[in-house]
């Protein structure tokens, strides 16, 4: 292994390895090919030495392992160490995380401790020469990441010519579970770290509340999703809305989390994706983290009474007003048209 | 109880009417609005809140480029104690690590005068950059404990606050000692409106500007770069209906969808 390794960090979840986080070795194995190196993995945590065999018939060249007993779920501090630990030690050239709300603040934690760039929710990378528009030096095949900037409206591209390692944060879903190479033979390499007490007072875990899921959501063909600005009698408007069209109900996670609907009905990052014929969203300002589970509807409508709510900016049909009295309006519009 | 709060503001261009391209792939910011980051004023509901339960004292803190400095009126108007701007012409080309690091310098040089910092807020993004890191590297610079994604703040007892945090696949509640910084979501709390007596008051109140050479900046090294921007393409209709007169847009409406051939029953 040289130091034009890519790296992946593989997330555990309840026990295991995330599938999200498998998924970046394909990725690293294609950026790893065209600069020569290698693949690394690094696994994190307590009681997690058992977890090698899941992962041995990957593509990966070498896993870097911390197991110990110290360290707990959501202790950012000591995972941003210990992953810093094996990162200075090995200097690959990158490290690819997944974008969860953890992985983020891990990431960004270990670009402080390594003086390093961090580029988070990256929608992919690819490997080019940046050239320094000062100095005109030129840094071949450097790995560039591209990113939604301005709440989606541009996208940049940004890299990191010169700083070991690259840490950058990739959105879930991307690339496609890695090959399996079976009899391959896996260097294991184990480190141990210091888990200080001290640090591991400074944040402890009271409760975990799982949002539950049971309905399925990705076969309907129509949506009628509400958000924070329906309130609960929006909630009945939609419901009608939805029936009418024999379609199903959708929602924002404030409006979840409100308990206007229930959980299973859920659209987004934390919820479900969905791929619609028709999607109507009602009393949404479009968050990101609500879009990226809806975007690829085929015809998107919404009603906001803000003008420049970002939803607008993804839809097909735009009704700008108030959605009390907008609603009524459409249903007693669309019974007639049926009878 | 009392206590200190620092509550982290960025001015960033318009998020409604974003920055257009230049012909090389640059932002043009010549013409853009800046405004506060929307996002942040709701970090700054959680610390008045804050401060009217235990009491206390809130100062505002930007970091920036720019001259108006007005547009901060907004957030001393909200009731925040006091504002302190600092500028640097170099801004633009900061990273995220830069930004961090000034702003962890300048927590350090307010909490000389304030004797001690109990809590620093800042909002989960930036609408512009979009990359929801500076929580977690000012704690990183700062040696102390950061949560991002707090829906809510629930409780400040004995040094240590509880706070519930917003995952994918639900909500934790944490405890963290104080010092800590958070990253407020805009789940849990409705950022106020100020009043019109508060706005007039507002104006008049003085914002210390400082500079990032004061503060002492030895890391000078900017390591992300950005190469390019380019402009998303929508592939949607976009076409958007505004009246006075509800029926007659969705008269409108409907002829359109008609004319379009998409037929919302089935
Ligand atoms: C880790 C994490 C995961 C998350 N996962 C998800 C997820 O899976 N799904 C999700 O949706 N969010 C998720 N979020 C939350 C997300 O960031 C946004 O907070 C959320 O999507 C906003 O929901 P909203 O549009 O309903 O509310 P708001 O942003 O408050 O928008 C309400 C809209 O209603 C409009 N409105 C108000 N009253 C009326 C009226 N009378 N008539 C018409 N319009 C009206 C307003 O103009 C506004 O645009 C997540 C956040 C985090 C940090
Ligand atoms: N230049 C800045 N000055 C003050 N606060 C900032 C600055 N940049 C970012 N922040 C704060 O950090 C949060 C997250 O920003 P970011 O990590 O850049 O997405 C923002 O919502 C602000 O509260």
């Known amino acids: ?339 | 109880m009392s206590l200190n709060i620092i509550v982290l503001v960025k001015s960033v261009p318009d998020p409604k009417t974003p920055p257009t391209l230049k012909v090389d792939g640059s932002l043009d910011l010549k013409n853009v609005k800046i405004v506060v980051n929307p996002i942040d004023k709701y970090a700054v509901e959680a610390a008045l809140q804050l401060k009217e339960r235990y009491g206390g004292k809130i100062i505002g803190l930007s970091l920036g480029d720019h001259d108006n400095i007005d547009i901060f009126r907004e957030i001393i108007a909200m009731g925040v104690d006091s504002f302190i701007y600092i500028k640097d012409p170099d801004y633009q080309r900061f990273d995220t690590l830069q930004k961090s690091y000034v702003l962890s310098k300048a927590i350090k040089k307010i909490e000389k005068d304030l004797g001690r910092v109990d809590l620093v807020l800042c909002g989960v993004e930036s609408s512009d950059t979009n990359m929801g890191v500076l929580a977690s590297q000012i704690g990183e610079w700062l040696e102390i404990p950061s949560i991002s994604y707090v829906d809510k703040i629930l409780e400040i007892k004995n040094g240590s606050i509880i706070v519930k945090k917003i995952i994918e696949d639900g909500f934790i509640t944490l405890r963290s000692r104080m010092p800590v910084v958070l990253s407020i979501a805009d789940t849990g709390y409705e950022p106020r409106i100020p009043s019109l007596r508060d706005t007039i008051m507002a104006r008049r109140r003085e914002i210390p500007i400082w500079k990032t050479s004061d503060l002492g900046l030895e890391f000078r090294e900017i390591v992300l770069k950005t190469v390019r921007f380019k402009q998303i393409e929508s592939k949607r209709l976009g076409k958007i209906f505004r009246d006075e007169d509800v029926d007659k847009m969705i008269d409108r409406f409907f002829e359109e969808l008609k004319r379009d051939g998409v037929s919302l029953l089935r």
């Open chain 1, 1 to 339: 292994m040289n130091s034009r390794d890519v790296y992946v960090y593989l997330d555990v979840v309840e026990g295991k390895i995330s599938i999200n986080s498998l998924s970046l070795i394909t990725k690293a194995r294609e950026l790893a090919k065209i600069l020569g190196g290698g693949v690394g993995a690094i696994i994190v945590g307590r009681d997690v030495k058992k977890l090698v065999k899941d992962v041995e018939e990957y593509d990966i060249d070498v896993i870097h392992i911390i197991d110990h007993p110290k360290l707990k779920d959501h202790d950012v501090i000591s995972y941003s160490k210990a992953v810093s630990e094996i990162l200075s030690k090995t200097r690959p050239e990158a490290l690819l995380m997944i974008s969860t709300a953890l992985g983020k603040e891990i990431a960004s934690r270990i670009a402080v401790r390594l003086r390093t760039a961090v580029a988070t929710d990256c929608i992919d990378l690819y490997i080019d020469d940046y050239k320094d528009p000062v100095s005109g030096e030129v840094s071949e095949k450097t790995i560039h990441c591209i990113r939604y900037v301005f709440r989606g409206e541009l996208s940049a591209v940004v890299a990191s010519p010169r700083q070991r390692p690259f840490i950058a944060t990739v959105r879930p879903g991307l690339y496609p579970a890695p090959q399996k190479i079976f009899g391959r033979k896996i260097e294991v390499k184990e480190w141990s770290i210091e888990v200080s007490e001290d640090d591991l007072m400074k944040t402890e875990v009271l409760e975990i509340q799982k949002i539950e899921r049971k309905i399925d959501l990705s076969k309907a063909k129509v949506i009628v999703a509400g958000g924070r600005g329906a309130k609960a009698e929006g909630f009945k408007l939609i419901q009608e809305l939805a029936s009418l069209l024999k379609g199903e109900v959708g929602a924002t996670r404030p409006a979840v989390d409100a308990g206007w609907t229930t959980p299973d009905r859920m659209i987004g990052l934390t919820g479900q994706t969905v791929k619609p014929d028709i999607y109507i969203a009602v009393g949404i300002s479009g968050a990101p983290q609500h879009t990226i589970g809806m975007r690829d509807s085929k015809i998107i409508i919404a009603i906001n009474k803000d003008p420049e709510a970002p939803i607008f900016k993804i839809s097909d049909y735009g009704l700008v007003g108030d959605l009390f009295v907008i609603l009524p309006k459409i249903i007693e519009r669309l019974r007639q048209l049926k009878s």
